[in-house]
Nanobody, 119 residues
């Protein structure tokens, strides 16, 4: 089973940038779709972006034009480049297999990485 560890979060001013990394303990080449998710306190977890092995990407409307998801299967890592950050982007960010995030009631998420954007 592939274990995922998120990193790269921190405190940043509005308009700033951060690059999140999702490092896997094993190969992710066999995982077609990977995704980044986020959850703010008291709010439901939401899908931020997805990427498939053929390079197809999708983004939530709230982050289009600002965030870029990418993957490096050779390094077993998925990235999320976040630019023009806004206070509403503040949340804990998680990565996971997209197919697992689609399972109703799924709740086996890692620690995530905290992103805090100040105004």
């Amino acid at each position: 089973q592939v274990q995922l560890v998120e990193s790269g979060g921190g405190l940043v001013q509005a308009g700033g940038s951060l690059r999140l990394s999702c490092a896997a303990s094993g190969a992710i080449s066999s995982i077609n779709a990977m995704g980044w998710y986020r959850q703010a306190p008291g709010k439901q977890r939401e899908l931020v972006a997805t990427i498939t092995n053929d390079g197809t990407t999708n983004y939530a409307d709230s982050v289009k034009g600002r965030f870029t998801i990418s993957r490096d299967n050779a390094k077993n890592t998925v990235y999320l480049q976040m630019n023009s950050l806004k206070p509403e982007d503040t949340a804990v960010y998680y990565c996971n297999q997209r197919k697992l995030g689609l399972i109703r009631g799924y709740n086996y998420w890692g620690q995530g990485t905290q992103v805090t954007v100040s105004s």
